[in-house]
């Protein structure tokens, strides 16, 4: 059974940071190239950022130079650090594999004063 499982987010100030994790199981992670997406309150569901298998990483426009996305093989684990976060950054962050069409929950991220 496929499964993404994402942590991590929380309420945090603008220029504040946090570590977002996603748990994954049931695939060849190691093999797989992973994304983490967010979707804003009545907007659509976006790419925030790639990993291949090979680790090369691409990132949307709004968030280069302040997010950063990593991944341990070992632990089947992909990780979004995020930086200087502002208040448009807020929405609820989602992991999948690239290839699949399968979710997890989500973790909200808010920045707010």
């Known amino acids: 059974q496929v499964q993404f499982v994402e942590s991590g987010g929380g309420l945090v100030q603008p220029g504040g940071s946090l570590r977002l994790s996603c748990a994954a199981s049931g695939i060849a992670f190691s093999g797989s190239a992973m994304g983490w997406y967010r979707q804003a309150p009545g907007k659509q569901r976006e790419l925030v950022a790639g990993?291949?298998?090979?680790?090369?990483?691409n990132y949307a426009d709004s968030v280069k130079g302040r997010f950063t996305i990593s991944r341990n093989n070992a632990k089947n684990t992909v990780y979004l650090q995020m930086n200087s976060l502002r208040a448009e950054d807020t929405a609820v962050y989602y992991c999948?594999?690239?290839?699949?069409?399968?979710w997890g929950q989500g973790t909200q991220v808010t920045v707010s004063s």
């Open positions: 999948k594999a690239v290839e699949l069409a399968i």
């Open positions: 990993i291949s298998s090979g680790g090369s990483t």
